[in-house]
């Protein structure tokens, strides 16, 4: 890969594969419209402040800068928001993603790596969430995955129509640190940081369920860190630009952790408890959420090496007291 553009490059997952590609040698130009995020992240890396629906300035974009291969992270992300105002989610996440690989189809860019979501699955059968296959029937419990899931579907149509290839990847609970980027979402919904905010400002963190069925009654997830997720997304790039075909992968590390096993890592390696208190679950949360993620490893050769959770918490609490 020798260019790579990156829609929503910076956020938190896409800043942080940015930066692992320019350090690699590709020439990264990001875009993103700068609303949730803010440029300071993104250092020495080049970027346009765009719309995924100014299709005008997108193809203008695309044009100039001619990438071999693109990234796309663009996309609304709060599940709840979702259900509260689908209008936005569809507008920005499938609307965008149709106007972008439209506009790629004009300047004959041809290749596309897709951020998609472990939400697309919903709430799987108790005998597939330990180990989700990619097979698995996807029915969404929000607009937010249902945006991610239509897009993947359009991906697949549009490489039978036009022969535009593209690899999605459904990652999981996207967690840690890399240097100076971390997790800085203006409304943070993800457990790891609001419990290292929570302790690092006194406060009490509030446990949505301790009745799941589970050794310990708080529900299990699957975090994998962000620097494993970028690893993902480049060698998914890589595979495209070798002339690898149109699929999409799951991008989690395979071992689950539940809430209670979170805090206590977090009081391990910080010699602070967590004040706790614990608040009725929230619904359609399932008990166990864990990716079956063999053909990512069998096909792309790729390895989760620094999602630990110990790592993962390691690097988040560093990030965080540095804020």
């Known amino acids: 890969m020798h260019r790579v553009l990156l829609t929503g ?32 992240k993104l250092s020495d890396i080049p970027y346009i402040k765009g719309d995924l629906l100014n299709t005008q300035l997108l193809t203008t974009t695309l044009s100039q800068f001619m990438p071999d291969i693109v990234m796309h992270f663009a996309a609304y992300i709060q599940m709840g928001e979702s259900v509260r105002d689908p209008r936005k989610y569809y507008n920005n996440n499938f609307l965008g993603s149709l106007n972008l690989v439209e506009s790629m189809r004009q300047v004959g860019c041809d290749k596309l790596v897709f951020a998609s979501t472990a939400g697309v699955y919903g709430n799987v059968s108790a005998e597939l969430a330990t180990r989700i296959p990619e097979s698995a029937s996807g029915y969404p419990t929000n607009p937010y995955g249902e945006t991610k899931l239509a897009t993947e579907r359009l991906l697949k149509w549009y490489d039978q129509a036009y022969n535009f290839r593209s690899i999605s990847i459904r990652f999981f609970n996207a967690a840690g640190a890399y240097n100076d980027l971390g997790e800085d979402h203006l409304e943070e919904t993800h457990i790891i940081p609001n419990i290292i905010r929570a302790q690092l400002e006194g406060r009490e963190f509030v446990l949505f369920g301790n009745d799941y069925d589970t050794p310990d009654g708080t529900c299990i997830r699957d975090y994998v860190h962000v620097l494993d997720l970028a690893e993902a997304f480049r060698l998914a790039g890589k595979s495209l630009f070798a002339g690898g075909v149109t699929t999409v992968y799951n991008a989690g590390a395979g071992t689950g952790y539940s809430n209670l096993e979170i805090i206590k890592m977090i009081e391990q390696i910080t010699g602070q408890s967590v004040k706790i208190k614990f608040a009725p679950r929230r619904p359609g949360d399932a008990n166990v959420l864990i990716a079956d993620n063999s053909r990512l490893k069998t096909d792309l050769g790729w390895l989760p090496q620094h999602s630990s959770l110990e790592t993962i918490i390691t690097t988040a609490y560093a990030w965080h007291q540095k804020q």
Do not use: R
């Open 9 to 40: 490059g910076a956020g938190y997952i896409g800043a942080v594969t940015a930066k692992i590609l320019q350090e690699q040698g590709s020439e990264v130009l990001v875009y993103d419209h700068l609303a949730t995020h803010s440029s300071a």
